[in-house]
């Protein structure tokens, strides 16, 4: 998708410079989600796995300031069952904004519509449950938030542009931000996700598919989740711990990230109306996202 280009020296004393904005070249990524179910006793519950495949076109929205994305394809596969996808996903093209944050009439957050998740069947025609939609929708969330909420300067406080020397570590603005995950009639108002201290630090300078990349680890700190879900009559509320980090290669020509990890570990306890006591879950998740070249 990029033209090769010569190695130069780098000077690991600094200072970087990734204040600047992206090169305006068209980019594929892979996204890779496992989540793994635990019992509070150790015991596997079950997995799931996603594999998104998303194409980029930068800065062509009407606007010209905003990129557009292209859903390739997204693949499911459960313990369960073979591998399968969501016909009603592939070639689906949105405006990512990130000055939409949802909590308005302006639009949804970042440009991504909640309803084009609302009634979806996999690719043996089989509907999709509330779990995996929530899950699908969730892997382009995560895209974002790793691919640019945390590794594209900001206008306002302090982000990547300040990070200049190896071991140079900030606290960036999401932190402690409670947003609502509100989703479709099943997630009701009243359901958030809350950040802990997010920071960004320098790491160093890594290669990836030989380039050089600026080595940036991200790390929310603890957070706080509370989900009130519908099911027919019943309603639940699951609330819980949660702490996720990883990290992120960042292309130092061109800015754009050419891998990055997150690793998410949750605590959760769902309680069912008119129940006495509440079940507990350990939830893990691995986030594996390359630039395809």
């Not at 904004?97 to 909590?103: F, H, I, K, Q």
């Not at 990836?208 to 099911?231: F, H, N, Q, R």
């Amino acid at each position: 998708m990029t033209t090769p280009r010569a190695r130069a020296p780098i000077d690991l004393k600094g200072p970087f410079d990734l204040s600047s904005d992206r090169v305006l070249e068209v980019q594929r990524f892979r996204m890779e989600t496992k989540y793994i179910h635990f019992g509070l006793n150790g015991s596997r519950l079950g997995t799931e796995s996603y594999v998104l495949t998303l194409h980029c076109i930068p800065k062509t929205s009407p606007a010209g300031n905003f990129d557009e994305y292209t859903c390739l394809e997204l693949q499911i596969q459960t313990i369960d069952g073979p591998p399968v996808t969501v016909p009603q996903l592939r070639n689906w093209t949105y405006i990512f904004n990130p000055t939409l944050s949802g909590a308005d009439d302006r639009g949804p957050l970042w440009g991504i519509s909640q309803e084009k998740f609302m009634n979806l069947a996999d690719s043996q025609g089989k509907g999709l449950p509330f779990s995996i939609r929530y899950a699908l929708y969730v892997s382009f969330i995560d895209f974002h938030s790793i691919n640019d909420i945390f590794t594209r300067p900001m206008k306002f406080g302090k982000g990547i542009q300040d990070l200049k020397e190896i071991g140079q570590r900030i606290i960036h603005p999401a932190s402690f931000i409670e947003a609502s995950v509100k989703f479709g009639a099943e997630v009701k108002p009243g359901s958030t996700f809350r950040n802990g201290e997010v920071s960004l630090e320098l790491k160093g300078v890594s290669f990836v598919d030989g380039v050089p990349c600026a080595l940036v680890a991200y790390d929310a700190g603890e957070s706080k989740v509370k989900m009130v879900i519908t099911s027919g009559d019943q309603e639940s509320v699951t609330e819980g711990g949660d702490q996720y980090k990883g990290d992120v290669y960042v292309d130092l020509a061109t800015r754009w990230v050419r891998k990055a990890t997150l690793d998410e570990y949750m605590v959760q306890e769902t309680r069912v109306q008119g129940s006495p006591s509440g079940t507990n879950e350990y939830t893990v998740r691995h986030i594996l996202l390359r630039m395809v070249v």
